[in-house]
């Protein structure tokens, strides 16, 4: 969606062969993408990702950090192994791509957009064991608060909090189990959280920084 909004896409995973394939599409249908194998939560990865960004586009104006894991267990399960994973992936990643890329941002006065969750909101708190991905996707939110407070008016901080969507975070498949999850009866498709996504880092949401948006068909109240 951003390629069809006209922006030169530069987008980041660990899978070689998904990553060639989108970029493929993206390109066949008329859009300017360039797919870069690197892991977000290896500050050597970022490092060779940032290099490669100013040496071929001199400049960045969006930066939407979008990994994530979902690692469960109760707290008896827990073990040091998956609750590092999940900060590393969940917020890790985030603070060091945004600790990378922040000057080029400043420079072109851009915008950065946080993919966060439901999950991480105080008001939400269903599931019994969601300890690491809940806790560290409310950090996720409280940083994006602290980076839209230091870096107005440069650069404008966003986080989008989707509800419950249809992504390869589920291992489990069966979609039909979530039914009854929200007010609007059924999971959210990829493209309509893609579409808040392409509001909150276009000029559309100009006078909008430190903002916690909610894309959940009503999961919060339900």
């Not at 900060?87 to 945004?98: F, I, P």
């Not at 922040?102 to 939400?124: E, F, P, Q, T, W």
């Amino acid at each position: 969606m951003l390629a069809k909004e006209g922006a030169s896409v530069i987008f980041v995973g660990r899978n070689l062969e998904r990553g060639r394939k989108k970029e493929q599409e993206i390109q066949d249908a008329g859009g300017k993408a360039r797919f870069v194998r690197a892991d977000v939560s290896d500050r050597g990865g970022i490092a060779s990702l940032k290099s490669l960004v100013e040496r071929e586009y001199g400049r960045l104006d969006v930066l939407f950090n979008n990994a994530g894991i979902l690692l469960t267990g109760s707290l008896e399960e827990i073990t040091d192994e998956d609750w590092d994973r999940s900060y590393e992936v969940n917020v890790k990643a985030t603070l060091h791509m945004c600790q990378a890329f922040m000057d080029m941002l400043k420079k072109s006065h851009g915008v950065v957009l946080n993919n966060a969750s439901i999950n991480g909101l105080h008001s939400y708190i269903k599931g019994r064991r969601s300890y690491m991905y809940a806790t560290s996707k409310a950090a996720n939110i409280q940083l994006t608060r602290y980076l839209a407070k230091n870096y107005a008016p440069d650069v404008r901080v966003n986080a989008i909090c989707p509800g419950m969507t249809k992504t390869n975070l589920f291992t489990n498949r069966d979609f039909s189990r979530f039914k009854d999850v929200n007010l609007l009866g059924r999971m959210a498709d990829p493209m309509e959280i893609a579409r808040t996504a392409i509001f909150l880092l276009s000029e559309d949401s100009s006078f909008m920084t430190g903002s916690i948006i909610v894309v959940d068909g009503g999961e919060t109240i339900h």
